[in-house]
């Protein structure tokens, strides 16, 4: 079984910083893909990045250049740091794990506002 327990939402100005924490327990494989979605209210659950051992990282098109994916194989943790935020980027940030089975492990979630 695997738990993510994601971390460091808030309320932020826009043009300001954010940094999100998911660490995993159970069995991780940094082989397999972890990573960050987010919904919006009334949207669905979209891809934010993600990361996998030994291979490049993913970025939605609407984050690219402003968000930065990384992940500490050793802690099994993967962070999200936030840069030059938006209103539109307000949703709640899911952490999100694939097994080899392509099962989806999913964390609470952890709100992201920004507004001035």
């Known amino acids: 079984q695997v738990q993510l327990v994601e971390s460091g939402g808030g309320l932020v100005h826009p043009g300001g910083s954010l940094r999100l924490s998911c660490a995993a327990s159970?069995?991780?494989?940094?082989?397999?893909?972890m990573g960050w979605y987010r919904q919006a209210p009334g949207k669905e659950r979209e891809l934010v990045a993600t990361?996998?051992?030994?291979?490049?990282?993913n970025y939605a098109d609407s984050v690219r250049g402003r968000f930065t994916i990384s992940r500490d194989y050793a802690k099994n943790t993967v962070y999200l740091q936030m840069n030059s935020l938006k209103p539109e980027d307000t949703a709640v940030y899911y952490c999100?794990?694939?097994?080899?089975?392509?099962?989806?492990?999913w964390g609470k979630g952890t709100l992201v506002t920004v507004s001035s």
């Open positions: 990361v996998t051992r030994g291979t490049s990282t």
């Open positions: 999100n794990y694939r097994n080899f089975y392509a099962m989806d492990y």
């Open positions: 159970g069995t991780i494989f940094g082989t397999n893909p």
